[in-house]
Every structure is written in structure tokens, then in C-alpha cells.
């Protein structure tokens, strides 16, 4: 079966939507949540501990593997899925907002970016094709095009450059990808402003693309405006396509943005936040740091079946956390991902079942109400 997206079900209340994304590596069904794996892992955690989570398809990110270890090596180890060991489904992120946000020796033309590697200083010149051809090396089933990210906030006439350039590297890319049995998917970009969101969409869509992510969201935006722009946005995209928010982690976030018929999710938050002690549960966040957990015998998250919560306790997890060890991110990190995967394949049950609306309001008056 060739590469693509199919709709299956769209809840007749809200916008919510379940689909199938099918890759060379297997189906992935949507909404799905996106562990990142920005150097071709997922941090702390085997390809086997991601399969038994029921992970579905990582991202990696383009940049960062350019410089180190660089494409050329990975390539000649039989692509990414090789390297990694990594059997299901990739998604490449192009690394265009790591350019912009990593390098202070940044110069951006319509020609493409030049930039300072993060790694040993060296100078980098990508233009779109030139970032095509290292996502083409790399070989995951899905790349992003090259865009230009600006920051936030950001003047408006700012943000209208970064949209026509974005546009115009869209076509570009387009014209470049030549790898069959790849996907690849043109940015959204309009900061905050919904005439230029919508522009960005009409342009793209012009283009045409298997499927299209949305950028320059939380990036220190306020939630509500986030929620507000992004609601026209994904209402204009194609019906038929797959829609991906970009680097959007939060729970209350991905539910509400599945309520808006987004279909794909990846940010640091879940990993990261288990680096640092803090576990996502169905009663909020929890501090493993906090003493109140040291003599604490109960699960980690009593409605949770991963394997963290079936095996250790809040005080052995609360005591590898103050201890520094290995394994309490690791469990942690076990839990996070697991969490977030089991919420998301819910709202994916509840939109098959016309019960999308009563799905969002249970998780906004229960773990919603929480300060994630």
C-alpha cells in the first residue's frame, strides 16, 4: 500500500477525527503522540521499551544529526531505521527552527540559511534542497520542509517575510524531494496572526503535500491566544490530509487541539519532565522531589498499566529521583510516554464513538483543571 492518510471517523460534535498515516514501516493511527528522538533516540529508553509502550513512529531531528554524526555516516549504515534499530515508523523534523533558534551567527537570504554549527563552530550553508537531500540521506518515512521560524513575539511585517519565504522554500522543497515511499510535509507559519495563518494555509495547500504541520506554536505564546489562532488554521487545512502541531506536549493542550481536528503531537515535554523528577498522571503532575512521596507504598498512577505503575511504587521512585539514579528517569520517562499515548489513543476511541465532547469535558473539569 502506498504512503498516505486515511480519515475514518470524525466525531458529528466537534472537529475531533481518527485516521490511519500509512508508512513503509507500518500504520500509524491517529491522533498520535510523537516521542522525540532528536539524535536517534528516545532518551533513557530502548527501541524495545518503545515498542512496548505501543510507540508507533519517533522524530528525529534533521539538524542535529547533521552535524553529529552526520548524514553521510548514517546513510552508509543503511538509513536511520538501520542506525537506530528502529522498525516502525520516523518522522524527520528539517531542523529549521534548531537554525533559527540555536545559532547567533545566523544569516537568512531567500536563498536558503547560513549558520555555525553548534558542535565545532564550523560554517553551514542550507538552502531547501540542499536540507531535502539531507532528510532523503536519512530515509524516515516523513520529513518537514525547510521554514523559517520566527520568534515570539514578533512585529507583524516580521512575520509576513517568514510566511512568503516559507512558502517559497515549500515549493522549493517540493520540487527537490525525489525519495519514493517518503512523505513530505509543508510548515504552516503566521505567528499569531490569523490573516497570515490563513495565508500560509492557502499557499501550501496550493502546493499540495500529503500533509501539513503547524509551526511557531509554543514558543511562549499564551495558551488561549495559541487555542484562538490555531482554531481558523486547522479548520482551512485539506480534510484529507494529516494535520501536525508542532512541539505541543501539554495534556490539557492535545485535547483540546484533537478537539480542533489536529491529528499528530510531539514535544520534549513528556521525557524531559521525567529527567527532572515530574510524573503526568490522571491527577496532574507529580514531583517525585517532594518528601510527601517518600513513604508513599501506593502505584505511581493507580489508572496507568505501564510498567512503572505494575512494578514500583511512589516511594522507590521518589527515593531513585533524590538519589540521582539511572533508572528513576528511565521509569519515569516509561510512565510519561505511556501516558500520553494512552490519552491520546482515548480521544482517539471517544471520536469514533461520537463521544468527543463528553471525552473533553470529563478531562476539563478532572485532570484539565490542574496546572500541567
Not at 80 to 96: E, I, K
Not at 124 to 149: K, T, Y
Not at 176 to 181: D, N
Request: glycine fraction near 10%; proline fraction near 6%.
Amino acid at each position: 500500500m502506498d504512503p498516505g492518510f486515511t480519515l475514518t471517523a470524525t466525531d458529528p460534535r466537534t472537529s475531533a477525527r481518527a485516521g490511519v498515516l500509512r508508512t513503509a514501516h507500518g500504520d500509524v493511527p491517529t491522533p498520535v503522540f510523537m516521542p522525540v528522538g532528536t539524535r536517534a533516540t528516545v532518551k533513557g529508553l530502548t527501541p524495545a521499551q518503545l515498542r512496548e509502550i505501543d510507540v508507533r513512529i519517533v522524530l528525529a531531528n534533521a539538524y542535529h544529526l547533521f552535524l553529529r554524526p552526520g548524514t553521510d555516516l548514517i546513510a552508509e549504515a543503511g538509513g536511520l531505521h538501520a542506525f537506530m534499530g528502529w522498525d516502525r515508523a520516523l518522522l524527520t523534523d528539517s531542523g529549521g527552527f534548531q537554525v533559527f533558534s540555536l545559532s547567533d551567527t545566523l544569516k537568512v537570504s531567500d536563498e536558503g540559511v547560513k549558520f555555525r554549527s553548534i558542535v565545532d563552530g564550523a560554517n553551514h550553508f542550507w538552502s531547501p534542497e540542499d536540507n531535502v537531500r539531507v532528510q532523503e540521506e536519512l530515509g524516515a518515512d516523513v520529513i518537514m520542509q525547510l521554514d523559517e521560524c520566527p520568534p515570539y513575539p514578533a512585529e507583524e511585517s516580521r512575520v509576513a517575510e517568514a510566511v512568503r519565504r516559507s512558502a517559497e522554500w515549500a515549493a522549493r522543497c517540493k520540487a527537490a524531494h525525489r525519495r519514493e515511499g517518503q512523505m513530505l510535509f509543508g510548515i504552516v507559519q503566521g505567528g499569531v496572526y490569523e490573516r497570515l495563518r490563513l495565508e500560509s494555509v492557502k499557499r501550501l495547500a496550493e502546493i499540495g503535500f500529503p500533509g501539513y504541520g503547524i509551526g511557531g506554536y509554543s514558543v511562549g505564546e499564551p495558551h488561549d491566544l495559541m487555542l484562538a489562532s490555531l482554531a481558523p488554521v486547522v479548520a482551512a487545512l485539506p480534510a484529507d490530509r494529516p494535520r501536525y502541531l508542532m512541539g505541543v506536549g501539554n495534556p490539557t493542550s492535545i485535547v483540546q487541539a484533537i478537539g480542533l481536528g489536529v491529528d499528530m503531537f510531539d514535544c520534549v515535554l513528556p521525557t524531559r519532565t521525567a529527567r527532572l523528577g515530574t510524573a503526568l498522571t490522571s491527577v496532574g503532575r507529580l514531583n517525585l522531589r517532594n518528601t510527601r512521596f517518600a513513604r508513599d507504598p501506593g502505584p505511581l498512577d493507580p489508572a496507568c498499566a505501564c510498567s512503572t505503575c505494575a512494578t514500583h511504587s511512589r516511594a522507590y521512585l521518589s527515593h531513585l529521583v533524590r538519589a540521582k539514579e539511572m533508572l528513576g528517569a528511565v521509569a519515569l520517562t516509561v510512565h510519561n510516554l505511556s501516558f500520553l499515548t494512552d490519552l491520546v489513543s482515548r480521544a482517539r476511541v471517544a471520536a469514533v464513538n461520537g463521544e468527543y465532547a463528553a471525552f473533553l469535558s470529563r478531562w476539563i473539569e478532572g485532570p484539565g483543571a490542574v496546572d500541567w
